[in-house]
Structure formats: structure tokens, C-alpha cells
């Protein structure tokens, strides 16, 4: 079996048993050889741009004699998929604002997948507002911290939903109704960011220089108030 980091673990224990996959941005196609190899995925696709990760994605998937149920591709996002090919679509290790640009790019490949899978690092209230208005509604949020930095799991299925509050989208609809403890440790990174561009601005002077901190201490009551939320 092979040896995948917790994220990856992470991001695989929402997928189903018994699907197609495909993993776009796949590097070296960890994630579709775990898959394969523990009966989740029935066959897998792993798309990858670059030469260096797609030629070591083709490497390992031999390695582990599983070319016949894993198929390499090179290609940009959701290129290298036919519409209708899979169940389950997996994309991470990326910034949600880039994931978002695949699936709206790609948007006719997603023909037939009942669920996406995806790890945004930062920018996932971008994701989700993408997500919600084109027919998706999130069914499932993780959160986890991998090399010093915040990733979430954003899973979601066909189907309608309504987030009108400005931070679900942020910080996950999920992951606040759970209290998700790595919200603290989020906010508490955006805090100290605030803290330091108000010093930075105590020597300003002028309009602007006042609307950048109203806006700065009222983004910091909006955190305030979320801290209190997962607190309690």
C-alpha cells in the first residue's frame, strides 16, 4: 500500500467506494494509486500539466502494476477528462480561486460527476459562491494544517443551496456549525495580520488613511465575533 500524507488521507476518506475518480493536478499520482489500491476507485484518471510530475505520475502508476485501471494524462484542468468518464472529481494543493477557474473552464466535463472533492489553500469563499451558483451544494468540510499551512476540504454534491452570510462562504457553513478548532487558529492569524497594518497606519494621515481603518477595525470585530462563535 502506499504511503500518503494525512491531507491526501484526508481528502480520500470522501470518496466513495467503488467509483471512477479523477485527481486533477495529481502530481505524481498519489492520491489515484491509494484510491485504486483500497477499492475506492474502480478506475482513476490522473491529470497533470507539468512534464516533471506527469513523467513520475506514469513512473509510480506502473511501478504499482496499476496501468491498467489508472490512465495518466497530460493536460490543462478538466481537459483531460471526457464528459461523462466519472463519479467523483478531486482537485487540491491549490488556491481556490484556481480551482474555481478549472471547474468553470471545464464546466461541460462535469457532466455526470455527482461529487467534487476539493482542497483549496486560501480563497475557499471564492470556491464556494462558484460552487452554489452553478448548481452544487456542500455536503461535508474538513480542515487541516499540513507544512504550516491551513488547507480545507470542501465536498459537494448536485443539488441547491443558500449561503446568504458573507462568512459561511469564508470560513465554511460546515466548519462554523461544527466550531472547527483550526478556525481559531485562522482568525487568529488574520488578527495579528490586522494588529500590524493598523501600527502601519498610525502615521497616516488624510481620508484615506481613516477609511482603511474603519475597514480595518470593522473586519476586526467581524473576526472577534467569529472567534466568540467557535469559542463558546
Known amino acids: 500500500m502506499i ?29 489515484p494509486i491509494y484510491l485504486v489500491q483500497r477499492g475506492q476507485s474502480v478506475q482513476a484518471v490522473a491529470g497533470e500539466l507539468n512534464e516533471g510530475p506527469f513523467l513520475g505520475a506514469e ?5 504499482h502494476g496499476l496501468a491498467d485501471k489508472i490512465s495518466v494524462r497530460r493536460g490543462n484542468g478538466l481537459a483531460v477528462l471526457t464528459s461523462g468518464e466519472v463519479d467523483v472529481i478531486t482537485v487540491s494543493g491549490m488556491g481556490g480561486g484556481t480551482i474555481r477557474e478549472i471547474l468553470a473552464a471545464g464546466v461541460e466535463k462535469l457532466e455526470g460527476v455527482s461529487r467534487l472533492v476539493l482542497s483549496p489553500q486560501g480563497d475557499g469563499d471564492s470556491l464556494r ?13 474538513d480542515m487541516l494544517i499540513e507544512d504550516e499551512k491551513i488547507y480545507e476540504i470542501v465536498v459537494a454534491e448536485r443539488g441547491e443551496m443558500v449561503l446568504e452570510d458573507p462568512l459561511q462562504l469564508e470560513f465554511g457553513p460546515l466548519l462554523l456549525a461544527r466550531k472547527h478548532p483550526l478556525i481559531l487558529e485562522r482568525i487568529e492569524y488574520e488578527l495579528g495580520k ?9 502615521k497616516a494621515k488624510g481620508d484615506s488613511g481613516q477609511e482603511r481603518r474603519d475597514a480595518l477595525q470593522a473586519r476586526r470585530r467581524q473576526l472577534e465575533e467569529v472567534r466568540s462563535h467557535v469559542s463558546s
Do not use: C, M, Q
Not at 513512473?59 to 511501478?63: F, G, I, K, L
Not at 490586522?194 to 498610525?202: D, F, M, N, V
Open 59 to 63: 513512473r509510480n502508476v506502473r511501478s
Open 194 to 202: 490586522i494588529t500590524l497594518a493598523l501600527k502601519g497606519l498610525e
Open 129 to 141: 459562491r462558484w460552487l452554489l451558483a452553478h448548481g452544487w451544494k456542500i455536503v461535508d468540510e
Open 3 to 31: 504511503n500518503i500524507s494525512e491531507r491526501l488521507a484526508r481528502i480520500a476518506s470522501f470518496v466513495p467506494h467503488g467509483v471512477k475518480t479523477a485527481d486533477i493536478g495529481s502530481d505524481h499520482a498519489y492520491l
